[in-house]
C-alpha cells in the first residue's frame, strides 16, 4: 500500500500539513539549518539563543547564526514584524523554503521560540534551571500555515525567586518593573519623587492633612489641589524624563499605607464630588497626562484609592494599578464579600478605562512559609481580570525559595497569564509529573486534600494568616497526619533520586512550620517529637538556603532559635504569675477581649502573628492588675511586646509596675521601662523587665502601659493610632537568670 504524498493533522484550532513541505534542523545531531536573523533587535538574538540552547541540549550541534546573507532553502528566519500578533505576539509559518518566526513586537520572536519548541519537540521549562529538553537526534518541523498568538496580557510578571536563569525568563517572556518603568519608579513614588525629608519642613502644605495637621512624611500623601506641588512635580518629572530617554512609562502613585489621603477642604470637596478619593488621584494624573502627551502614567487604585471616581476619566495614557490586597482567597472573587467589594471596582474602572493593571496577590505575607492552598482560584481570577479588559498583570502570589509551592505557582501562572482558557488542572499534573516524578502523584493528592479541607472548614484564607487560624480547620490533627503520611509516601518514592527529593523536602516545609506553630499553642504532650521538628526544620532551611519566612525577612535560622528559647516548655521556672486572675481598668480592643481574661498568664507565648494569641490596643493606654491568689516575694516582673511595622504595631511609649499587698494601696516596683524608637522592619518580640535590689512582698501586681499614640511620620499609618501588643506578663521571686 502506497502513503499519499501528504497528510493533514489538526492541532489546537490551527492546520499542519507534514509531507515533503518541511524543514529538517537536525540529522544525527548534526546541524541542517542555519538562523538567519531578520533584525538584530535584542529579543531577536535572543530568540536565537533559545533556539540553539534548546537544540543543544536536546543532543544536537548548535545551528550556525547569520546575518545580512541571502537566504537559503531550509533556512530559519527570525525576526521581522508582522501585523497578525499583537504585543509578544508571533506568527510561524513553515514551508519548503523555511520555517520563519516573526514577531507582534518586542518578545514576539523568543516566545515564538518556546511556543514551538514546546509544541513539536516536547520542551518544557518548570522553574530555574530546571526544564525538560527530550534526546532526538533529527529535529524535523513540518508544515505550518499561519499559526499565530497574542498573550492575554502585554506585561506579565511573577514574584519568582532567584533570576538567575534568563532563559526560564525568557521562554515565558516574564517582565520586570525595570524594563518599562523610567528609573524603576512603578509603585509608591510621592515619597521618591518629592522626599519628604527636603521638602517637607519647606512645604508642609504641599502634604496630607490628617486629624488637623499637615503631617509631611515617607508615607503621608500629596495634597494634590495644590498647584504649587502640581509645578514642582512637573519640574522633577522633566529631569527624570530627560535622564531616561528610552522609556515612556512611570508610576506617580500613593505612598503605602491606608487613609492617609489629605483631608483639607480643597480635596475634601473633591472626594466629595466624585464619591472616591480616586477621583482627586485620577484628576492629577490626567493634568500630568496632558502635560507629557507622549508618556504614559501609571498610578494606584490600592486601599483607600480602590473605588473608581463617579465622574472623571481617566486619559489613555493613564494606567490604573488596581490591587485586591484586602481580598480573602479560599473562593474566587466573585465568591465572597471581600471579593465582590473588589469586583465593584474592577467592574467599575473597566467601565471607564482600557489600560487597566492588575496587582493581585495571593501568598501568606506573614508566613511565607506556610501552607496556602489557593491554586484552584488562580484560573478563574485571571480570567476575570481578562475578561475586565486588564492587560498588565501582576501576580503576587508565589516568592522566595521555600514558599508554599512557589515553583508550581510560577509555572501555572506563567502559563495562564498568556492564555487564561488553558486547563489549568493538566497544567498542575504536568508538572507535579516532571518536576516531582514518582513524588508527584502523592503531592497532587495532597494539594486536592488541603483544598477540600479549606472549602469544607469555611475558613478564610488571608494574605496576613497564621497556621494557628486553621488549626481546627484544613490544619487539624486528623488530616495533618494525612498530609505526612502523603509526604513520608513522596519521599520514599524518589529516596533514590536526590533532586527530585530536594524538591519534596523544600515542599514539605511549609507543613513542618505549620506543625510547630500549632504545637506551641497546645500542652507539648511529646516535646521530644517536636523538638526533632524543630531540629529537622531547622538543618532543611539551612540546606536549602531557605532566606526567610517572612515579607519581613526574619530568618529561619532566627525563627528556631527563638523557638526553643520561648517555646518549648521548660522545668518550672517559678513564674509566679502563671494563671493569675487579670482584672483590667482600661481594657484591650474589642476583637481581642474574648481572650484577654486568660491570654497575658496562660504561659503560651504569641508568635509573629498578631491575630493569635496577642492583645492589643490602639492608640489608648493599657491599665490592669493581676491577682496572684497569695501574698509572696517578687523580685522580678516582666511582660512581652510585639514588633510589627507592617502591620502598624510598634512598641508603646513605656511601662511601669506597681504591687500591693491587699489590691487598695499600690507602690512603684522598679523602673519604669521607656522603650526606644524602631524602625527595624523585622518582627520582634521585647520585654520589657523590672528588678528589685531585694525582693518585696506581694499579691497584686498593677501594669500601666503608656500608648505611643499617633504613628510617627516615617510609618505607613501617620496620623493614625499605633497599636501595641501585650502577652504573657511574669513574675518571679529572684532575679533573671538566677
Known amino acids: 500500500m502506497k502513503f499519499k504524498k501528504f497528510s ?50 536536546m543532543g544536537n550541534d548548535r545551528l550556525p547564526v547569520v546575518t545580512g546573507t541571502r537566504r537559503r532553502r531550509g533556512d530559519v528566519i527570525l525576526g521581522g514584524l508582522t501585523d497578525k500578533a499583537g504585543e509578544d505576539g508571533f506568527a510561524i509559518s513553515c514551508d519548503a523554503t523555511a520555517l520563519r518566526i516573526r514577531s507582534g513586537g518586542d518578545k514576539g520572536a523568543v516566545l515564538g521560540v518556546a511556543h514551538l519548541l514546546r509544541r513539536y519537540f516536547g520542551c518544557y521549562y518548570f522553574t530555574q534551571n530546571v526544564w525538560r529538553a527530550p534526546q532526538k537526534a533529527t529535529m524535523i518541523v513540518p508544515r505550518i500555515a499561519g499559526w499565530t498568538e497574542t498573550p492575554a496580557f502585554r506585561y506579565r510578571q511573577t514574584q519568582s525567586y532567584g533570576n538567575d536563569d534568563e532563559l526560564y525568563r525568557l521562554w515565558f517572556g516574564l517582565e520586570e518593573p525595570r524594563q518599562m518603568f523610567i528609573g524603576g519608579l512603578w509603585v509608591h513614588t510621592f515619597n521618591r519623587i518629592l522626599p519628604a525629608s527636603v521638602y517637607g519642613k519647606r512645604h508642609p502644605e504641599w502634604y496630607s492633612l490628617i486629624n488637623g495637621k499637615r503631617r509631611p512624611g515617607e508615607h503621608s500623601q500629596w ?69 507629557y502627551p507622549d508618556k504614559e502614567f501609571s498610578t494606584l487604585a490600592y486601599l483607600f484609592t480602590m473605588m473608581p471616581p463617579k465622574h472623571v ?17 479560599e473562593v474566587p472573587l466573585t465568591d465572597n464579600e471581600s471579593g465582590r467589594q473588589f ?22 505575607f506573614d508566613n511565607v512559609v506556610a501552607p496556602f492552598p489557593n491554586l484552584h482560584i488562580l484560573q478563574k481570577n ?52 516532571d518536576y516531582y516524578g514518582a513524588a508527584g502523584k502523592y503531592l497532587y493528592d495532597y494539594q486536592k486534600l488541603m483544598q477540600g479541607a479549606l ?100 530568618r529561619p535560622s532566627e525563627y528556631c532559635a527563638l523557638y526553643e528559647q520561648r517555646f518549648l516548655p521548660k522545668d518550672d521556672d517559678g513564674n509566679l504569675a502563671k494563671n493569675a486572675t487579670v482584672v483590667y481598668k482600661l481594657p484591650p480592643a474589642e476583637r481581642y477581649r474574648p481572650i484577654a481574661a486568660k491570654a497575658l498568664t496562660d504561659g503560651l507565648y504569641g508568635g509573629t502573628s498578631y491575630v493569635e494569641g496577642w492583645v492589643g490596643w490602639e492608640g489608648k493606654d493599657a491599665e490592669f492588675t493581676l491577682d496572684l491568689g497569695r501574698e509572696t516575694p517578687l523580685q522580678t516582673i516582666t511582660s512581652d511586646y510585639l514588633h510589627q511595622l507592617g502591620a502598624w504595631v510598634l ?30 522592619p523585622k518582627i520582634k518580640f521585647v520585654d520589657a523587665t523590672a528588678t528589685e535590689d531585694e525582693p518585696v512582698k506581694a499579691r497584686y501586681i498593677k501594669v500601666r502601659v503608656t500608648t505611643l499614640g499617633m504613628c510617627p511620620s516615617w510609618h505607613y499609618g501617620v496620623g493614625y493610632p499605633a497599636w501595641f501588643f501585650l502577652d504573657e506578663v511574669k513574675a518571679y521571686a529572684h532575679l533573671p537568670h538566677q
Not at 343 to 363: K, Q, T, V
Open 455 to 554: 472549602l469544607a472548614s469555611d475558613t478564610p484564607l488571608w494574605i496576613y494568616d497564621s497556621p494557628i487560624t486553621h488549626k481546627n480547620g484544613m490544619l487539624n490533627a486528623n488530616l495533618r497526619k494525612a498530609y505526612d503520611e502523603l509526604f513520608d509516601k513522596a519521599e520514599r518514592s524518589v529516596r533514590n533520586d536526590r533532586p527530585k527529593l530536594d524538591r519534596v523536602r523544600i515542599s514539605r516545609l511549609p507543613l513542618q512550620y505549620a506543625t510547630l506553630e500549632i504545637a506551641r499553642t497546645e500542652p507539648m504532650i511529646d516535646v521530644e517529637k517536636v523538638r526533632k521538628l524543630l531540629e529537622t526544620f531547622r538543618r532543611r532551611c539551612a540546606e536549602y538556603e531557605i532566606p526567610t519566612l517572612n515579607e519581613r525577612n526574619n
Open 313 to 329: 476619566k481617566p486619559l489613555p495614557n493613564v494606567n490604573i494599578m488596581l490591587c485586591d490586597i484586602d481580598c480573602k482567597r
Open 382 to 433: 485571571i480570567q476575570l481580570f481578562k475578561k475586565h479588559h486588564a492587560n498588565m498583570l501582576f501576580e503576587q502570589v508565589n516568592g522566595t525559595k521555600g514558599t508554599d509551592f512557589s515553583e508550581l505557582r510560577a509555572y501555572m501562572i506563567a502559563n495562564l497569564m498568556w492564555n487564561p482558557d488553558q486547563d489549568a488542572d493538566s497544567l498542575m499534573r504536568r508538572f507535579m509529573t
Open 651 to 680: 512598641l508603646p511609649k513605656s511601662v511601669k509596675y506597681e504591687v500591693s499587698v491587699d489590691g487598695k494601696i499600690f507602690k512603684a516596683f522598679g523602673k519604669p521601662i521607656v522603650f526606644g524608637e524602631d524602625r527595624d
Open 8 to 57: 493533514i493533522l489538526l492541532l489546537s484550532g490551527f492546520f499542519v500539513t507534514v509531507g515533503q513541505a518541511q524543514v529538517t534542523l537536525t540529522v544525527r545531531h548534526k546541524a541542517k539549518a542555519r538562523i538567519v536573523l531578520a533584525d538584530t533587535t535584542q529579543a531577536t538574538r535572543q530568540a536565537a539563543r533559545l533556539l540553539n540552547t534548546f537544540i543543544h541540549r
Open 343 to 364: 469586583m465593584r471596582a474592577l467592574e467599575g474602572w473597566s467601565r471607564i478605562s482600557d489600560n487597566l493593571f492588575i496587582w493581585d496577590y495571593g501568598i501568606n
Open 223 to 291: 495634597c494634590l489641589t495644590n498647584e504649587a506641588l502640581f509645578e514642582q512635580v512637573c519640574h522633577r518629572l522633566d529631569s527624570i524624563f530627560a535622564a531616561n530617554p528610552g522609556l515612556k512609562m512611570i508610576s506617580i502613585s500613593q505612598n503605602d499605607g491606608n487613609n492617609t489621603n489629605c483631608h483639607c477642604d480643597k480635596c475634601a470637596a473633591v472626594d466629595a464630588e466624585e464619591g472616591a478619593v480616586s477621583g482627586n488621584y485620577i484628576r492629577f494624573l490626567n493634568k500630568l497626562a496632558k502635560r
